[in-house]
């Protein structure tokens, strides 16, 4: 994973939704578990974020009660005129993606996308948003089966094929079925802070926070009970210890591992180094403190391991394009749900 992927997904302030309100799409074979991803980040009353928490309906793109995966039926709450009053508007999933989108969902999606709303497309809901043109000179993932398909036909869309998610500002991509959990967590972090998208995930029982640029599929993706047993403990010790030095051999040594069977098993169950994983580890959660708390550059980087302010400064640079500053500006002591119940 390269900097380059990683970067600029969060860095995203200007694009404030017109309305608190998000639409979900529903049709006639609708993916449910994508759906119900919307449903439980934006759907859910949370009275512990406030009045300002988002606000949720269900826009029908076909006429009377639908019939989902899974011979659910679904009755929305009505047509795509809710579209024009929506902040955020979800695609979760799309019947096929050799389905034809109606002209008047690609109608409704470029008058809302012209008004300002933000568009998030789940999986293989990509095809909505490419056929509707929302996608030209933007970068864009899907699900890895579909991304040849979805560069063949759009090629003016910027296909970005090992990622999770991508945030374009007004426009966000998911990869296949979970990643669009990833992204909704993303866009929650986005608008409300690291406390909040926590709460959410805690709630939800998932990692609070998944890098877009992270890769979609890792070759052996579930170890072996035993090595679980080893690194999920190792993984533990080292998200809570970031302020202390984790040489390779200190890391093997706890592991109960040589390093070169650590790097080895690490990268298949994480898909990546040691070194990178705590770099990565230690950058997010600078990116928390910076958020939530007054710390100067100094102290936060003294917290997190990097040791001096320039350290931080130039990790910043080279994952996220931007100065922890420039972030503490953009993102610090957020006014709304900077104080969410633990």
């Known amino acids: 994973m390269d900097g380059s992927k990683m970067g600029r997904t969060f860095l995203q302030p200007n694009h404030k939704p017109p309305s608190s309100l998000v639409v979900a799409l529903v049709y006639e074979g609708l993916c449910t578990f994508e759906f119900g991803i919307a449903v439980e980040v934006f759907g859910l009353e949370r009275p512990e974020m406030g009045p300002d928490w988002y606000q949720f309906a269900v826009a029908a793109s076909d006429v009377g009660p639908m019939r989902a995966a899974g011979g659910v039926r679904v009755v929305a709450d009505g047509d795509l005129d809710l579209f024009l009053k929506a902040g955020t508007i979800v695609i979760p999933g799309w019947k096929h993606i050799d389905a034809p989108v109606p002209e008047e969902l690609v109608e409704a999606l470029r008058l809302a996308h012209r008004r300002g709303t933000r568009i998030l497309s789940i999986c293989s809901g990509v095809f909505v948003l490419a056929a509707a043109g929302l996608l030209d000179d933007k970068k864009a993932t ?27 500002g007004d426009v966000l991509t998911s990869a296949g ?14 608008d409300f802070g690291a ?32 090595e679980s047993a080893r690194l999920g403990p190792l993984l533990d010790h080292i998200r809570t210890n970031l302020a202390a030095r984790h040489s390779l051999d200190d890391l093997a040594n706890r592991a109960g591992m040589s390093k070169r069977t650590l790097i080895r098993r690490f990268d298949a169950a994480t898909g990546t180094s040691p070194t ?53 500006q953009a993102f610090g002591k957020r006014k709304r749900h900077d104080k969410v119940a633990e």
């Open 276 to 328: 990178r994983w705590l770099l990565e580890a230690r950058v997010a959660k600078a990116r928390e403190l910076l958020e939530d708390t007054d710390m100067s550059i100094d102290l936060v980087a003294e917290n997190v391991g990097f040791g001096s302010g320039g350290l931080l400064r130039h990790h910043f640079r080279q994952l996220l394009a931007t100065t922890p500053a420039a972030y503490k």
């Open 177 to 190: 079925s979970a990643a669009g959990l990833d992204l909704c967590l993303h866009l929650v972090r986005r």
């Open 195 to 226: 406390a909040a998208a926590n709460s959410v995930a805690r709630r939800l029982v998932v990692q609070p926070h998944r890098d877009g640029g992270q890769a979609q599929f890792i070759e052996s993706a579930v170890p072996s009970v035993h």
């Open 142 to 168: 899907t699900h890895w089966r579909y991304t040849d398909a979805l560069a063949a036909r759009y090629p003016n869309v910027r296909v970005t094929p090992d990622v999770l998610y991508v945030d374009e």
